[in-house]
C-alpha cells in the first residue's frame, strides 16, 4: 500500500500492523477499514524519531503526520456521514 516502507524490515512492519488493528474501530471506518489501517500502522511507524520528515511540522513531535491527516479525514467524513461531529 505505501512503497516508503518497502525497506523496513518485516518485524516492524507486522508490529505496526498489529497494534494500528487496535486503533482503528470497524463500526466507525466500515468500508474505509482497511485503508485507515494501513494510514494508522503508517503514522504508528513514523511517529519514532526515524520519521520526523513524514511529520507536518519535523521540528515539533506533538503534530500529526502525513498519515494522520488523512485518517483523520476518512474518520470525519464517516462520523459526518452518521451526524457525529
Known amino acids: 500500500m505505501f512503497p516508503e516502507f518497502n ?3 518485516d ?3 507486522n ?7 487496535d486503533r482503528v ?14 494510514l494508522m500502522a503508517a503514522d504508528i511507524l513514523v ?6 520528515s ?3 511540522d519535523p521540528k515539533d513531535p506533538r503534530t500529526g503526520t502525513t498519515y494522520s491527516n ?12 452518521y451526524g457525529i461531529t
Do not use: M
Not at 511517529?47 to 520526523?52: A, D, R, T, Y
Not at 488523512?70 to 464517516?78: G, N
Open 7 to 9: 525497506g523496513v524490515v
Open 11 to 13: 518485524s516492524l512492519i
Open 15 to 21: 508490529l505496526a500492523l498489529t497494534d494500528g488493528a
Open 25 to 38: 474501530s470497524p463500526g466507525v471506518y466500515k468500508n474505509q477499514l482497511g485503508r485507515a489501517h494501513g
Open 47 to 52: 511517529s519514532s524519531p526515524w520519521g520526523q
Open 54 to 56: 513524514a511529520r507536518l
Open 70 to 81: 488523512q485518517l483523520d479525514r476518512i474518520r470525519s467524513e464517516r462520523c459526518a456521514f
